[in-house]
């Protein structure tokens, strides 16, 4: 299953919760550098897949590789060659900014040095210096989810999974969020996300769309409209909906 081009690759991946299954039988690879679209309504199975690849849960039948890793496995390995944000937010609302990068840099396994300039970096890039000292419970919502973005990548790993990082934000919010995505890839980073916002879908350079558990398409934007003959990403997923 080795494939040098290939930083996730998944084989008849299962995972069943009783007798309910969430992920049935996915196939699919992601390019190093890609931009990753995992699409689907609420509860068609994007966490749970997005849990088992990021190592926080195990498969029930099938098999991924991530960064290397088959995260059955070797789940902890698979976790320090990944960044992870979640559903619900990821930094802790108690806890200032430096705190949080001053946290997850040491759980990073970062020196000292690399957390004060990975700190800065960050802080500059999102000309946010003066929210350092501020708790995080005190920011705007987009502006957390900017600084939870910027947290997962500060080790620079080789993926970042992103579950609906854009959820509760407004359009304008929404697009800046995704200047950072563009800005990650382009250092070499691949970045998987999931989403239920449709026109995000026109960012990915390659989607799969999920329905019931299951990968109902896959693709680049331009190939699943010309495939389903609809004028957006929104419209395609209506007619697989259907």
């Not at 976790?79 to 806890?95: E, L, P």
């Not at 980073?189 to 879908?201: G, I, K, N, P, R």
Request: with cysteine; charged share 25%.
């Amino acid at each position: 299953m080795s494939d040098s081009n290939h930083i996730i690759i998944v084989k008849d991946l299962v995972k069943k919760f009783g007798r309910f299954t969430a992920n049935d039988r996915l196939n699919f690879t992601v390019e190093k550098g890609e931009i990753f679209g995992f699409l689907g309504a609420n509860g068609a199975g994007k966490t749970t897949a997005l849990k088992i690849l990021s190592g926080l849960s195990k498969p029930t039948a099938g098999k991924a590789i991530v960064a290397g890793f088959d995260v059955a496995r070797y789940p902890n390995r698979v976790k320090k060659n990944i960044g992870y944000m979640s559903q619900r937010f990821s930094m802790y609302d108690d806890m200032t900014v430096k705190e949080n990068f001053r946290f997850y840099g040491g759980i990073y396994g970062l020196s000292r040095k690399e957390i004060k300039d990975k700190t800065r970096y960050y802080l500059e890039k999102l000309n946010m210096q003066e929210f350092e000292q501020m708790l995080v419970r005190q920011i705007p919502l987009g502006w957390k989810q900017k600084l939870a973005f910027s947290v997962a990548n500060m080790h620079n790993p080789g993926v970042v999974f992103l579950d609906e990082p854009t959820g509760g934000v407004d359009p304008i919010t929404r697009r800046q969020f995704w200047e950072l995505i563009y800005d990650s890839t382009a250092g070499g980073t691949t970045v998987f996300v999931t989403t239920h916002y449709m026109d995000e879908a026109e960012y990915c350079e390659r989607v799969a769309i999920m329905s019931e558990g299951k990968i109902e398409a896959i693709g680049s934007p331009e190939e699943l409209k010309k495939k389903y003959g609809a004028p957006s990403m929104n419209e395609v997923f209506i007619k697989i909906a259907r």
